[in-house]
């Protein structure tokens, strides 16, 4: 949307997206999708979300499996953790996903 002044104004809801995410040339268009995804879903104190493998595959337009590489690929890279949560009887729930703090905010992700 524009303004009288043709400036971008930008209204929320919107998703702050690592920079140095969406500029790595190391990470493939699923890496960031499902990247982008988790951080429209983590909430804004502690960066935790926890959607479901095929809720996520809905939204970035691939197959369960694939996101379940790219979450790996994700956590293996620094960008996520993955906490498996359990009930009290000790079956898998879901799980837990974190956003980490990139360190060097302008450096494409290696």
Known sequence: MKDKNSALVYRPPFT???QAVL???NL???DKAVYAIL?????NEDGSCFPAY???ARKAGCSRSKVIRVIANLESKGLIQKR???NSNGDNTSNLYV???M???KKPVS
Not at 39 to 43: H, R, V
């Open 28 to 30: 493939d268009s699923y």
């Open 23 to 25: 500029l790595s040339e």
């Open 99 to 101: 956003i980490m703090p």
């Open 54 to 56: 095929n809720l996520l």
């Open 84 to 86: 498996t949560r359990y």
């Open 39 to 43: 951080c429209s879903y983590a909430n």
């Open 16 to 18: 702050l997206v690592d």
């Open 103 to 105: 360190s060097s905010p």
